[in-house]
């Protein structure tokens, strides 16, 4: 995935279903996305193809909602596990 890099901002070139597109995000959105992409055993390209699917935005916003709906989710299972935690302490 060759990329220009402007400023902050990174513009990565992606192949989704066959059409070449370019997304711009800022290098931490990338890192986001490369991190991801591997936690859930997927190349880059698979992540954005999926994240194109139910995409109502254009691409550099949608990945940048599905990087905050991901980190979100992730915490949430965090907390609930930690409290879960606290409350078998708080029981036994």
């Known amino acids: 995935m060759p990329f220009k890099k402007i400023g902050n901002i990174e513009k990565h070139s ?3 279903n066959g059409g070449k597109t370019s997304v711009s995000l800022e290098r931490e959105y990338w890192a986001c996305l490369r991190t991801i992409a591997t ?7 698979d992540l ?9 935005n254009n691409m550099s916003s949608a990945i940048r909602l599905y990087i905050l709906k991901y980190l ?5 299972a965090r907390l609930d596990a ?10 036994a």
């Open 14 to 16: 992606v192949i989704i």
């Open 39 to 45: 936690r859930e055993e997927v190349t880059i390209k």
């Open 48 to 56: 954005v193809t999926t994240i194109k699917a139910t995409a109502k």
């Open 72 to 76: 979100v989710k992730e915490l949430s």
């Open 82 to 91: 930690d409290l879960a935690a606290v409350w078998r302490k708080a029981v």
